[in-house]
Nanobody, 125 residues
Framework: QVQLVESEGGSVQAGGSLTLSCAASVDIYCMAWFRQTPGKEREGIASSNRSGGRTFYGDSVKGRFTISQDNAKNTLYLRMNSLKPEDTAMYYC?????????????????????WGRGTQVTVSS
């Protein structure tokens, strides 16, 4: 069983920055970040393979968010810059032992077997 533990989110003003982390209990090949707001589907925002050599970003965050990994710590990060009120959501870490994170299905939440509990990010205008 893989456990994923996200760091606490937070509240920031628009234009600000925030970094989330996700600690995995084991070394795992694919990790990703998703977010969700009430009444909407879970949105894939970034994925990375273990080496960090292959990353994908959703259009809504491209150029503002950066995904990275510290393999020695089995930890995934999401650096979020130029935050907007529409970035307000519950953010989830996801992981899978397969290669979904480097495929065209990277943003499909159904392709990930393991999930963190989520952490709230609120961006005020």
């Amino acid at each position: 069983q893989v456990q994923l533990v996200e760091s606490e989110g937070g509240s920031v003003q628009a234009g600000g920055s925030l970094t989330l982390s996700c600690a995995a209990s084991v070394d795992i090949y694919c990790m990703a970040w998703f977010r969700q707001t009430p009444g909407k589907e879970r949105e894939g925002i970034a994925s990375s393979n273990r080496s960090g050599g292959r990353t994908f970003y959703g259009d809504s965050v491209k150029g503002r968010f950066t995904i990275s990994q510290d393999n020695a710590k089995n930890t995934l990060y999401l650096r979020m810059n130029s935050l907007k009120p529409e970035d307000t959501a519950m953010y989830y870490c996801a992981a899978d032992r397969g290669a979904v994170c480097i495929s065209g299905s990277w943003s499909n939440p159904n392709m990930y077997a393991y999930w963190g509990r989520g952490t709230q990010v609120t961006v005020s205008s």
